[in-house]
Each structure stands twice: as C-alpha cells, then as structure tokens.
C-alpha cells in the first residue's frame, strides 16, 4: 500500500507543480501523461485530475488574498491567465486571436521551422555536454560553481549591453497610452514584476531615457523571460480595431531578441543550477513567430493578420520542436495564452515540429537521459529498428546466468557478507545457492526479497531467530503476529513509510549497530520475501520482455526454462470481480477463511498482511540449509496430504458447478 502511495506521489508532484507554474491544470495532467506515464490508468487519471485542479484553485486563491486579502469573497476568479499580459475582460481574445484558411499551410512552415531549429539546439547541446563532461564534471564541484558564476555575469552583462545600447523612443499619445496600461485587476502578481515606474507606467520602461520617451530594448531585455514573452504575444491586445497603434515591437528587436535567447539556452541548459528550458523555448518561438506574422503582413497588406495568433502557434511550436510533446503542450499554451480559437493551427505546428524534429535529432529529454545511461524504455510501438532487433533475440540470449543468491534461512553474518560484497537491489531465495552462482544452472526459486526489505528487517530486528542448528525450525507462519496492533507495528517497520531507507547512506550504519550475538542468529526471510516474482520463458522474445517491464514498472525478471510444467490456465473471465468473489464465497463455505472477511475483501477488523506464509512442499523433519551443511538443499516444510487433495478437488468442482449454475 505505502509502496503504491510513493509510486503515485512520484507521478502527482510534477503533474501539479507544472499546472500550478503555468495556471493550466489540464495542460499539466495531459503532459504529465504523455511524457510520465508507460500506461494509461484511469484511477491515476482522476487522482492527477484532482491534483490539478486542486493546485490551481490554491494558486488563484493565494494571488487574489496576496493584493486585495479584504475583499477575497468579492473577487472575479478566472480572468487571469499565467502567459497573458492582461486579464480576460479587457483583451478580448476572440477578437485578437483568428486565423485564415489560406494561413494553414503558413502554420505548417512555422513548424517545420520549429523542428528544425529544435533539432539544430539539440544538436549543439550535444557538444556542450561532452565539453561539459570532459572539463567540467559533475564531481569537480568548484569548477561546476565556477560555471554557473561564469554563465550569470556573461548572461546579465549581454542582457544590460542590450539594453543600454537602445535608443530611444517617444512614448505614444495619452489615449493609446491608456488602452496599453490598462492590464485589468492585479495582473502583476503573475507576471513577476514590481509594478509601476516614477511615471505611472508598467510597460514603457524609461531607464535612462527622458520623461517623454522609453527605451524599446528594455520592454523585452529589462523584464523576467516570462514577462517578455507575455510582452511579445499580448502586447497591445487592448487598443481597439479601429486605432492605428502608434508602436509595436519592431521586428529588427524581436530578431535581436530570438538570437539572444537561443543562444542563452545553450549556454545555461545543463549548467550546475536550476535552469528552465518550457519559458526560453516559448519566448524563442513567440519571437520568431511573430517576425513570420509581420512578413505575411507585408506581403498581404489587403488582409488583417492577427499577430498575437502568429506569436502564440510559433511558440507552441518550438516547445513541441525542443521536447517533441504534442497533446500536452497545445493545451498548456492554449490555456496559458487563451487563444484557444487557435486549436487547429496550433496541433498542426506541433505536429509537424515534432516531426521535423525526430528526423534530425531525439529529443532533448530523451537525449539527456540516453546521456545518462539512465535505463528508460521509451514506447516500443514508436521505433521500428528497435522493435525489428528486439523481434530477433531471445531472453535467454541477454540474461545474467551468475546470480548473488539468498538461502530462506540463514546466518546474519553471512546475510551481512552478501550486502556488502555486492549492490544489488533484490536478490532471489533459494535452498541451492550454490547453483544459482554458478553459470548454465537452473535452480528452484522460492522467492525473491529487495535488498531494502532485508535493511529495514535487520534494522528493527524482525525475524531473528536462536537455533542450534540441528532440530526442526518452526514453520513461517509462527512469525507472523495474530492481532491487529502487532500486525499494524510490523507493517508500520517494514513499509518505506514515511521516508524510504537510502542504502547509500544506511546501510553501512544498520550493519555496523550489529551487535556480535545478533551476527550468530539466524533471519528468516520466508514470511517476508515475494514468492510470486515475474517470470519469463527463456525462448520468449526480447520484446515481450520490454513491453513486460515498461508497462509493469519491473527492475528485473527472472527467466525459467523453455518447457515449463503447466498447472493449468487463467482466462479474462476467470479474474473478473464477480467469478473472484464467487470462488472467495466457495472458500468460505469451506471454512477456509472467516466469513467476515470474505464478506468484505479481506476485512475491517484486521488489515491484510501481504506477506504469506511460506509453506513450500518438502519434509519438515530435515534441517534448514543455513544450519546443517549437508542438508542445505532442503527446507523444514509441511508433507503433503491427500486430505487437502481431496478438499481441494471438492473445491474445483463446487467451484464449477456453480458457475454453470451461474451462466445458466
């Protein structure tokens, strides 16, 4: 259950911190899916739906309770937006965001654009790391420092230089002046700036202009990055059709602009600090994309052409070209900008970058993580060279034949030997040890037990044992507590809640509080341990294996011989909710489990304990293999009995003669 519950915060604190960075709550959940998740999941949908939701609604909260506290209960919520410049009643999108038919083919070149330049940064980012790699490792800490410091001045010196060198402009008449610093309610609280100038304006920066005038330059260099894409997209949205304006962002500023970005981004991307690459990539395309607007202006001049629309699908677009999400960033920007009259020409700029952008390079996620040597597995479906290479291999041709192996039962000292001679993270449990080292030798498994699992038993001393090594050992169930308070502690000690155990950093101190007579007792791993691990046929194909440990999660699979022994077989059918409680309900009339318990799933009173007991068919009078070294291929176990045989046969055809009974 705790190990559920980390898997699915893993999954929701990204999703929510990227809905409430950009106020998009459905943007953050389609691409926490489209980029997080191996497999869809419908509860994991509507927990992530919530998380969102959740996250934004405190986010708008928060920002109306930080400017007005007094009039909370009064306030217009929803009419702000993360990437938007003013709020919702005053910039009309529906009026400033529309495209023509003829302009789709216009869109389709702009993400061609995108891919191409994406796939360009991605490209050079790979000679950056290698340098990076080679001169400034991540273990050299001064010199990844040195960096950063390096990197800030160089980019605050380039921006200030930018900035210093504008000339200066004339601030346009009063009544446009009104229409372009009329940003609505508390808009600042978004946009990360301190508000207002000496002379009452937020948007025409005077620096070292006169009183009349305002320096162009540091309308976009003299701003946060978001901020000066908001600038970029929504600047001047609130003058009305019918009003020439009297300045817009020139396209010789946005050029200057794009260039410094992009050369900023790879620069700063994998540097020692915390550098974003979702606001450089839309600032970079919302610039670009507006030049492309302002030349179909130009040649076009009989037509109106929405600017804004050019800007918003040029930046969707190059963040599609840089990440190669789809889906996800089309609703992200949408919802971010408001332009969602732009849905078609939108999806169709992605597309095509990401596209374009496949064919030069990966992406820069993927890339970074190939980099790494970090094990993901990417959708098998996408890559037909790699499904055409994993079609041609066998399991059996890539497994590991030579495994560090556990016996159920053994000595602590020797447990504490095999944690410290190897870094595995799991280890298979079996009575012939000897075999499951050697190569080419198959073994029974018994189980398998998590190198965590094993820390946290030594830690707080769960199943210790004294033995003189010659009498027959208890069997497993003993060990196992009865009431609900026991069952609850030991629970509460084995889970990996509320932090899990950093072996790193743990395990040589669990070790080490050993005292010398605990290192003589034995550990029983059997009522602990996972009897039903993943397996594989040795002849089955390499992509049965990869889509078995994409779409499970699994770290590792064990593989078992080409002709196994067949019990019996399992249909769809057989695991619906209904046939299970049917046979749950013909185990209890039996008397095999309480009739509480089969009522309810496992019952109220006492939680369900997942570790079973482990009761493997073997002779009970034999010692265990950790005690007697000429009996260490055997267990302690229960004989068999024909008595349960026969009980079980009853079983099965109870079980069917209801269930005809059923269809019937």
């Known amino acids: 259950m705790h190990a559920c519950l980390f898997a699915l915060l893993r999954f929701l604190r990204p999703l929510a911190g990227v809905s409430c960075s950009f106020a998009a709550p459905i943007g953050g959940l389609l691409l926490s899916i489209e980029e997080g998740a191996s497999f869809y999941s419908t509860s994991l949908f509507w927990r992530g739906f919530l998380a969102t939701c959740t996250g934004v609604c405190t986010l708008h909260f928060l920002a109306q309770f930080h400017e007005r506290p007094s009039e909370i209960m009064d306030a217009r919520f929803g009419i702000r937006r993360d990437l938007g410049l003013y709020d919702d009643n005053i910039a009309l999108y529906g009026s400033k965001f529309w495209y023509y038919i003829w302009e789709l083919p216009i869109y389709v070149f702009i993400g061609c654009i995108a891919g191409a330049l994406g796939g360009w940064f991605i490209k050079l980012n790979i000679h950056f790391t290698s340098f990076r790699a080679k001169y400034i490792p991540a273990s050299n800490r001064w010199r990844r ?10 980019v605050a010196t380039t921006w200030f230089i930018a900035t210093y060198s504008s000339p200066c402009q004339n601030l346009p008449s009063k009544e446009q002046l009104s229409y372009y610093e009329n940003s609505g ?33 540091g309308q976009l260099f003299f701003n946060p990055l978001v901020q000066s894409m908001r600038m970029i997209v929504h600047f001047g949205e609130t003058l009305p059709e019918s009003i020439t304006p009297e300045h817009i962002i020139s396209s010789s500023l946005l050029l200057l602009w794009a260039v410094t970005i992009f050369c900023g981004m790879l620069f700063c991307f994998g540097i020692g600090a915390a550098t974003g690459l979702f606001i450089p990539s839309l600032a970079l395309g919302a610039a670009w994309g507006r030049i492309v607007g302002m030349l179909v202006r130009h040649m076009v001049g009989h037509h109106a052409i929405s600017l804004p629309a050019y800007a918003a699908v040029g930046a969707a677009a190059q963040l599609g070209g840089v990440t190669r999400m789809t889906l996800s960033i089309t609703v992200l920007v949408m919802e971010g900008t408001g332009a969602l009259q732009l849905v078609v020409p939108m999806m169709l700029a992605v597309f095509v970058a990401k596209i374009v952008g496949d064919s030069v390079s990966m992406g820069v996620y993927d890339l970074h993580i190939k980099i790494r040597g970090a094990p993901v597995l990417l959708e098998a479906a996408l890559e037909s060279h790699q499904r055409m290479v994993s079609d041609k291999l066998s399991v059996g041709e890539l497994m590991t034949t030579q495994m560090t192996a556990l016996e159920p039962v053994m000595l602590v000292s020797k447990l504490e030997g095999v944690l410290r001679r190897c870094a595995h993270q799991a280890f298979p449990i079996t009575t012939e040890v000897d075999k499951a080292f050697a190569a080419n030798e198959s073994f029974p498994l018994h189980g398998v037990i998590k190198r965590t699992q094993v820390l946290r038993m030594l830690k707080h001393r769960i199943g210790l044992l004294t033995h003189d090594g010659m009498s027959a050992l208890p069997p497993a169930k003993t060990r196992i507590p009865k009431s609900q308070e026991e069952r609850i502690e030991l629970l509460d000690k084995l889970e990996q809640f509320p932090l899990k155990i950093r072996v790193k950093e743990e395990q040589e101190g669990i070790l080490r509080d050993l005292t010398d007579e605990e290192r003589h007792m034995y550990i029983d791993l059997r009522p602990f341990m996972q009897r039903t691990p993943f397996l594989v046929h040795a002849n089955a194909s390499l992509s049965r294996a990869y889509r078995l440990f994409r779409t499970m999660g699994l770290h590792h699979v064990f593989v078992g011989p080409p002709k196994p022994m067949v019990m019996g077989v399992i249909t769809r059918k057989d695991v619906t909710e209904e046939n299970a409680e049917l046979a749950l309900g013909v185990k209890a009339n039996k008397g095999l489990i309480p009739p509480a318990a089969a009522a309810t799933g496992g019952g109220k009173d006492v939680p369900f304990f997942p570790y079973a007991p482990y009761q493997p068919q073997a002779d009970m009078s034999v010692a265990v293999g950790g ?19 026969e009980e079980q046969e009853l079983e099965d055809n109870e079980r069917a003669s209801l269930m005809s009974t059923t269809k019937v």
């Open 145 to 154: 420092f040195g960096e950063v410091v390096f990197v800030a001045w160089l």
């Open 185 to 217: 309610e508390d808009q600042d609280i978004y946009a990360g700036v301190s508000g207002f100038d000496s002379r009452g304006l937020k948007f025409f920066p005077q620096l070292w202009c006169n009183s009349t005038q305002f320096n162009p330059h």
């Open 627 to 645: 005690f007697s070294r000429h009996h260490s291929e055997q267990l302690p176990t229960v004989e068999e009995d024909e008595q349960e045989e």
